[in-house]
Every structure is written in structure tokens, then in C-alpha cells.
């Protein structure tokens, strides 16, 4: 059974640029979701995916948007990139969306400059 | 509006001895607790979970307990090791149709051989 992966690891975009940020969910999970987490903060929530249809989303504008596919990979798109969205991006699946515990990939460190 | 506190940003231990960790909450429709430890480069990994029907909830060292009074819960590790040395996060989430985590801001631990 594999675990959350996700990728790349490591990225560098410019200002302005858009950016995809890939995730595949642990084995059997048909839930996921995204988090950013700033330095020096704790992971925020962006929203939810479950079973291709989002399910929730935090306080973050349009620019970011997502996917879900039938295989319950994601992705996350992020538009228009501003320096503050330099951040580590975190993805993480759970059994089903009333499942209380999510388990976390290794998350995308992105920076905009 | 920060919901979940973690008002501790370091906290340093000798190995052997108990290690706790606090956490605060304020949004009183929070139901379901949980600790995630990290490693840098890493994601965050699930340590141990409490519903808010319990007070305490035990996994081997690790320890949470619940004060649904004082919103308040804490982590213990007994005893502690240098492994243990990591950021530890506290989340809280709400019965919705969205199952998201708010975290707080992260303790980081350092136990000292």
C-alpha cells in the first residue's frame, strides 16, 4: 500500500506565472485535500475533493482552483502567482470525506520570485 | 481570528522526561482533535486523535487529554526520546459536510540526549 505522494518537490515560478502541483491519494482513499502552509504557520485549509466534486473550501480566492480525477489523484492549479504564495503545499487524502483522520504527502515547496 | 493556539513556539527536554505540549482552542463547535508531528522536508505525520467525548486518549508515549471546559488539550510524551525532536502541530475539526483542519501555529520540540 502506497502512501500520499505528491509532486514535484521542489519548484520555482515567476510572478504571474500559473502552477500545477500534482497529489496521489493513499490506496482506497477517495478524499482529498490541499493545504498551505506559509513560514513559520500552520497548514491553512484551500478545499476539498471528494469523489471529483469539491467538497468545501477555505479562504482563498478563485486564482486557486482544483481538480479530482476518477482515480482520486489531484491537482491543485494556481493562477496569476503572487510572491505570497511562495509556501509549502500540502496534500492529504482520507477514506471517505466523514473520515476524521487525513494522512499527509511530503509536500511541494513552491516559491515565486 | 486565530482559533486553534499553540502559544508555545519551543520547548526543550532531556531525554527520559515527560514532554507537554498545549494547545487552545476557541470555536466551541470543534469536536474532534488531533496531533500531527513533522520533520522538515517532510509532511505532517498523524500521531494520535481524541474525540470530544473523551478526556483522555492513550497510544503507547504518547498521551492526549481534553478539556472541553477550558478548550484546552495537551499532548504528553512519556518518556521522551530524541526521535521525538520535531514540530507538533494541533488540529481541530467540526462536524460539517467538510471535514478540514484548523491548525495551530506548531510547538517545536527538542529533546536533549
Known amino acids: 500500500e502506497t502512501g500520499v505522494t505528491q509532486s514535484p518537490t521542489h519548484l520555482i515560478k515567476t510572478r504571474g506565472q500559473q502552477v500545477t502541483l500534482r497529489c496521489s491519494s493513499q490506496s482506497g482513499h477517495n478524499t482529498v485535500s490541499w493545504y498551505q502552509q506559509a513560514l513559520g504557520q500552520g497548514p491553512q485549509f484551500i478545499f476539498q475533493y471528494y469523489r471529483e466534486e469539491e467538497n468545501g473550501r477555505g479562504n482563498f480566492p478563485p486564482r486557486f482552483s482544483g481538480l479530482q480525477f476518477p482515480n482520486y489523484s489531484s491537482e491543485l492549479n494556481v493562477n496569476a502567482l503572487e510572491l505570497d504564495d511562495s509556501a509549502l503545499y500540502l496534500c492529504a487524502s482520507s477514506l471517505s470525506h466523514v473520515q476524521r483522520e487525513a494522512f499527509f504527502g511530503q509536500g511541494t515547496r513552491l516559491t515565486v520570485v | 481570528d486565530q482559533q486553534v493556539k499553540q502559544n508555545s513556539p519551543s520547548l526543550s527536554v532531556q531525554e527520559g522526561r515527560i514532554s507537554i505540549l498545549n494547545c487552545d482552542y476557541t470555536n466551541s463547535m470543534f469536536d474532534y482533535f488531533l496531533w500531527y508531528k513533522k520533520y522538515p522536508a517532510e509532511g505532517p505525520t498523524f500521531l494520535i486523535s481524541?474525540?470530544?467525548?473523551?478526556d483522555k486518549n492513550e497510544d503507547g508515549r504518547f498521551t492526549v487529554f481534553l478539556n472541553k471546559s477550558a478548550k484546552h488539550l495537551s499532548l504528553h510524551i512519556v518518556p521522551s526520546q530524541p526521535g521525538d525532536s520535531a514540530v507538533y502541530f494541533c488540529a481541530a475539526s467540526a462536524t460539517s459536510g467538510t471535514y478540514k483542519y484548523i491548525f495551530g501555529t506548531g510547538t517545536r520540540l527538542k529533546v536533549l540526549a
Open positions: 481524541i474525540s470530544s467525548i473523551k
